[in-house]
């Protein structure tokens, strides 16, 4: 989801451990999906974006993508989701001496079944992040989130119907799931993955949308099903997400609805 780190990678940590995250390190979660999302097609295209976004300069556009992120983070928050995290201990000094704290490197915003985030509470976070995003995407940036959802909603629910599944909302639905780029790799992301399966009632499907192949590719490892693919974005935006006006290069981007059944294949 998020273009290679040119920097060395740190070395495996073996104490990597998964757990909920605190209400404190919401902040630090929504900085880590900046950081892992600035470079998504998908996130580009809800935001409007015309060029790359600079990983380490401040921009409008990132502070826009900041400000939306928070904003997820906290109405999933709001809306009963599940918010957890893979940390490590990171040695830090402190005043000439060794110090240790812990470090978020992976996050994922996972929605339980039948727990959704709804447009009914997005008032109650007016203070929390609303006019933030609408100030900085606007209400057509807004647009292309909800049709985005709505369309793979859709694709889902087919998926789910024509297994003989009655409906996706009683299944757990990752919303968001994000991995620092210097520990891509190691193995962060499967650390969460099977947290969450084992927490889940036995037997409860998992829905989630993959916004690239590489990502596709990567669930499909863990055990995930593609359903049928679908194109945001075609004649408006090229395949990195960013508007265009060359009718050849506004290919748009491919985005995959994904489910897996939870036969404990993975675990």
Known sequence: MSTPN????????????????????????????????????????????????????????????????SFMVQWHSLSGGRITVVVINDEVPAEG???????????????????????????????????????????SGLNRVWLECSASHAIIAAGYKAKGVKTPDASWCLQMVMTDPSYEGQGMMSMLMREAFAHAEPGTPFVLEATSIHSRDRYEHMGYESFEPFVLGAGKINELGLLTSSKKQAVGVRYYPMVYWNERKYL
């Open 6 to 69: 040119p920097n060395p990678r740190p070395s495996p940590r073996t104490s990597a451990s998964v757990r909920e995250a605190k209400p404190s390190e919401f902040a630090a979660v929504a900085q880590l999906a900046r950081k892992a999302f600035v470079h998504d097609p998908v996130f580009n295209y809800f935001g409007g974006v015309k060029e790359l976004i600079p990983d380490d300069v401040d921009t409008p556009e990132g502070d826009n993508l900041h400000r939306f992120v």
């Open 97 to 139: 001496s060794g110090g240790v704290r812990e470090k978020i490197v992976c996050a994922g915003l996972w929605s339980p079944p039948n727990k959704r985030p709804a447009l009914r509470q997005i008032p109650r976070l007016f203070h929390r992040g609303t006019i933030g995003v609408l100030r900085g995407w606007g209400l």
